[in-house]
């Protein structure tokens, strides 16, 4: 069985705590508790390696960014920039997220289990088996998946009550790659001008009951309730939206 | 002064990542605290700052003399404190003064003296006297006036405390802890167009209004234009004045509510306006018509208050962070949840609002037919 090590965070300097990470994952540690967080940023930056991390309390801006692999649950809510460009791995929130969600993520997920804020996914790009993927179990801000160039991008509004719309504004503004699924209807005017509706295909329907599979084992929550609900599609319209737009 | 670059740059990296940090705490109740807890906050989101300025303002502060406007002010020379104190009074009667009381600490280098009076106006034989319009007259005429002068804070039963240095720092020097307040707001400044000075770090305050800002006023100098018209003068050389000033005049000289202020500091976009139905959709577009230059553009998180109220905006489209927390009477605001979890782990509530969604707490008791709090959205955790 990996070796669980557990870190008293009180007070320590994110510089120090990254030193420790990566001297820990380094030699093998299979599983790491993080206790006492608040605020320290870029916890688990650049870090490589499949280690698990689980952080009580709430972790600082830029929570995983560039990392390669590793699995951080965090129970509590994430600030701006969690999963910044990252590479591979989870990230997975028991609460809510903040600002630029997931911003340039390449590759890896993150689950975040009530709301985000403003500009969830923006410019997240994949290439072949590389597809960031956000899940969010509830709601977002205005301009989620703003100028997204690839991934797959999942909003369930399960934290909306009964009748109660997603508000989200300018979604997929700039957007020119990859997909955003969204539980429930949005109006026209909440679109951004790159992206259009389609109807989900039997792909789109396996992949979502997959990925919703796996929000509802780690949430502890009802896949069935959240898959007999109508799913919205967006795609980009355009691969290239300002390809034409500097040149005379 | 400080060498910037060491401080802004000591690890010599190609790109410092900083941003200013807000913090405001308001008992709606009333009841006064100490700054401890505000200190240690804003002590936690000490890397977004850099040590080139830092500030508190404490409502609540000064009960006993609270019929007195207190002035803060700090001086850079004996000639200006001279100058300023003849000019003070004729102005006003001075009740009390004395030196701001500060400690020797090591890390605030050169200070500037700071001074308080607490003073009520000599009432000129004019007949329509306004109390207020006399002390902001009297604040421009110091700022612009008199070499080396700067009014920290001109309101009654408050005071801001500020100066250039982490605001743990200042918090320090100033000796804070000992002070008790029921409303206090923070700043961590990260200077990005204007240099780092006492007089430039915040909070802003005219009369009771304050104000702590994270971001860039960009419409700074079409505000600041309209602004002077109504004989406001900027001279903090910096962009968050124009706040102040804003609110005081919709505020207080145009009798505003909070309310409608955030609609023309912060107005929905001209496609969100279309969607209202016809008595909003006409407001707003009166709004913007009467007071189109003092629309805020560019990023800014604020949190203004004065004697009763604190409000928490941020620009359209929320460029800039903004938390809030309640727990019991409390209302926290935040440019970080992590700051407000430090100080009061079990929140009843923590949410992010909507970009140019106002905050407001208000005291229950001097306005008990008011809501506490009215922020809309998610509650969680």
């Known amino acids: 069985m990996d070796k669980i090590v557990k870190i008293n965070a009180e007070g320590v300097k994110y510089r120090q705590l990254n030193i420790k990470l990566r001297e820990l994952t380094a030699n093998g540690t299979g599983k790491i508790e993080l206790h006492n967080i608040c605020g320290q940023r870029y916890i688990g930056t650049d870090l490589e390696g499949a280690v698990e991390i689980e952080i009580f309390g709430t972790p600082g801006n830029d929570l995983g960014a560039f990392m390669d692999k590793p699995r951080i649950t965090v129970h509590g809510n994430a600030q701006d920039g969690c999963g910044n460009t990252m590479n591979s791995g989870e990230i997975i929130i028991h609460g809510h997220a903040g600002d630029i969600t997931g911003l340039a993520a390449r590759g890896g997920r993150i689950f975040v289990r009530d709301d985000v804020g403003y500009r969830a996914g923006i410019h997240m790009k994949g290439y072949n088996d590389k597809k960031p993927t956000i899940v969010i179990g509830g709601t977002a801000q205005d301009f989620v998946g703003e100028y997204m160039a690839g991934g797959i991008m999942v909003l369930l509004g399960l934290t909306l009550s009964k009748g109660e719309r997603h508000k989200a504004c300018f979604i997929g503004t700039g957007m020119h790659g990859g997909v955003i699924y969204i539980r429930g209807d949005v109006d026209d005017y909440q679109l951004g001008k790159e992206v259009d509706r389609a109807e989900l295909n039997n792909e789109d329907n396996e992949l979502l009951e997959s990925l919703v599979g796996e929000y509802v084992e780690y949430f502890n929550m009802n896949p069935k309730e959240i898959m007999s609900t109508r799913f919205t599609k967006l795609f980009p319209r355009w691969l290239r939206p300002y390809g034409r737009l500097y040149a005379y | ?381």
């Open chain 2, 1 to 381: 002064m400080k060498e910037l670059k060491r401080i802004q740059n000591p690890y010599n990296e190609a790109k410092v990542i900083d941003a200013c940090s807000v913090f405001g705490m308001m008992d709606q109740s009333g009841k006064c605290f100490s700054g401890e807890g505000v200190i240690r906050a804003i002590a936690n989101m000490h890397d977004r700052g850099n040590g080139l300025g830092g500030g508190f303002a404490i409502y609540g502060l000064y009960p006993d003399l609270a019929d007195y406007f207190a002035f803060h002010i700090m001086y850079l020379s004996v000639q200006a404190k001279k100058q300023t104190e003849d000019y003070l009074n004729k102005k006003f009667a001075i009740i009390q003064c004395e030196e701001v009381p500060t400690q020797p600490t090591t890390t605030i280098n050169d200070p500037p003296l700071v001074w308080r009076y607490f003073t009520s106006c000599n009432k000129p034989p004019v007949k329509e006297f306004i109390e207020e319009e006399y002390v902001i007259s009297c604040v421009m005429e110091i700022n612009t006036g008199i070499d080396g002068a700067f009014v920290f804070s001109s309101g009654k039963d408050m005071a801001v405390f500020k100066g250039v240095g982490y605001p743990e720092e200042i918090a320090e020097f100033f000796n804070l802890k000992q002070y008790m307040g029921y409303l206090w707001t923070a700043h961590g400044r990260f200077p990005t167009n204007t240099p780092g000075w006492w007089g430039g770090a915040h909070p802003f305050c005219l009369l009771d209004w304050t104000v702590v800002h994270n971001g860039e006023l960009s419409s700074y100098g079409i505000n600041r234009r309209y602004l002077e018209q109504f004989g406001y003068k900027c001279t903090m050389q910096t962009d968050t004045e124009v706040v102040a000033y804003a609110i005081d005049l919709l505020i207080r000289k145009h009798k505003l509510p909070i309310e409608i202020a955030a609609k023309i500091l912060a107005p929905p976009l001209w496609s969100e306006i279309e969607r209202h139905p016809k008595r909003e959709r006409e407001l707003l577009k009166a709004l913007r018509q009467v007071y189109g230059s003092l629309l805020l553009n560019g990023p800014f998180t604020v949190i203004i208050a004065h004697h009763g109220e604190m409000i928490g905006l941020t620009d359209r489209i929320r460029l800039r962070p903004l938390t809030v927390g309640t727990k019991n009477d409390v209302l926290y605001l935040s440019s970080e949840e992590s700051a407000i979890r430090l100080i009061c782990p079990n929140l009843d509530s923590a949410w992010i609002p909507m970009g140019g969604e106002p905050i407001i707490g208000r005291l229950t008791e001097r306005q008990p037919s008011s809501p506490t709090a009215e922020g809309v959205g998610s509650s969680a955790n």
